[in-house]
């Protein structure tokens, strides 16, 4: 069974600092990789994606994210945070054919402060 | 275009009870998935339908169980509710053509059950 691990469970940043979030997988076959993003009070929101292609993936907000395939790594980066970037983050992986059973992370509370 | 909707968005329970969540899918969204949102235990999975099929299904005992109507939307029912079942129920809805393989799923604001 393929599994997903945060890392970091909560992070303290100021304004303006750099944001890396560890998220690592567990599957041999080929994956497909999400970010998603809870804001307090709001539900959960794609932030990206990963298929196929450019390791590099780009998403809303300014984040992106590096697939490593020998590393098994989906690292969430941002070069300056914001105070309103202050939610959870969880990375997820879906199997390529059944990709509509996501296997989460435990999540990372990030608490930006002013 | 409208999210994904879920009702009723609270809901109190007794142990031993039943309770049916329902969840509206993105219009043209085929695939419809639940999961549970606990503090101990994250986002897991429940299962999945597409096209009126349960396609996919988690670890959850069968006091879980879910449909699928011929428009796409879903309802969960859990039977005989346990302390435990106390959760944030969540549904998401993808397009999902057969054989594509490249899903997204969205989400709905969720369901939080509290059983008492």
């Known amino acids: 069974a393929q599994s997903v691990s945060q890392h970091n469970h909560h992070v303290i940043l100021s304004e303006a600092a750099s944001l890396e979030l560890g998220c690592n997988y567990s599957?041999?076959?080929?994956?497909?990789l999400f970010w998603y993003v809870q804001y307090p009070g709001q539900h959960l929101q794609l932030l990206l994606k990963?298929?196929?292609?450019?390791?590099l993936v780009k998403g809303i907000k300014g984040f992106e994210a590096e697939f490593i395939k020998s590393k098994f790594s989906f690292n969430l980066r941002k070069p300056s945070v914001q105070w309103s970037d202050t939610a959870e983050y969880f990375c997820?992986?879906?199997?390529?054919?059944?990709?509509?059973?996501?296997?989460f992370g435990t999540g990372t509370r990030l608490q930006v402060t002013l | 275009k409208a999210g994904v909707t879920q009702t009723p968005r609270y809901l109190i329970k007794t142990r031993g009870q039943q309770v049916t969540l329902s969840c509206s899918p993105i219009?043209?969204?085929?695939?419809v998935s639940w999961y549970q949102q606990t503090p101990g235990q994250g986002l897991q999975f429940l299962f999945e339908?597409?096209?009126?099929?349960?396609?996919n299904k988690g670890n959850f005992p069968g006091r879980f169980s879910g449909r699928q109507f011929s428009n796409s939307r879903s309802e969960m029912n859990v039977s005989t509710l346990e302390l435990g079942d106390s959760a944030l129920y969540l549904c998401?809805?993808?397009?999902?053509?057969?054989?594509?393989?490249?899903?997204?799923?969205?989400f709905g604001p969720g369901t939080r059950l509290l059983v008492l």
């Open positions: 998401a809805s993808s397009l999902d053509p057969p054989g594509r393989g490249q899903e997204t799923q969205y």
């Open positions: 599957y041999g076959g080929t994956v497909n």
């Open positions: 990963y298929f196929s292609g450019d390791p």
């Open positions: 997820a992986v879906g199997q390529t054919g059944t990709a509509s059973k996501l296997t």
């Open positions: 219009s043209g969204h085929r695939s």
């Open positions: 339908y597409f096209s009126e099929t349960q396609r």
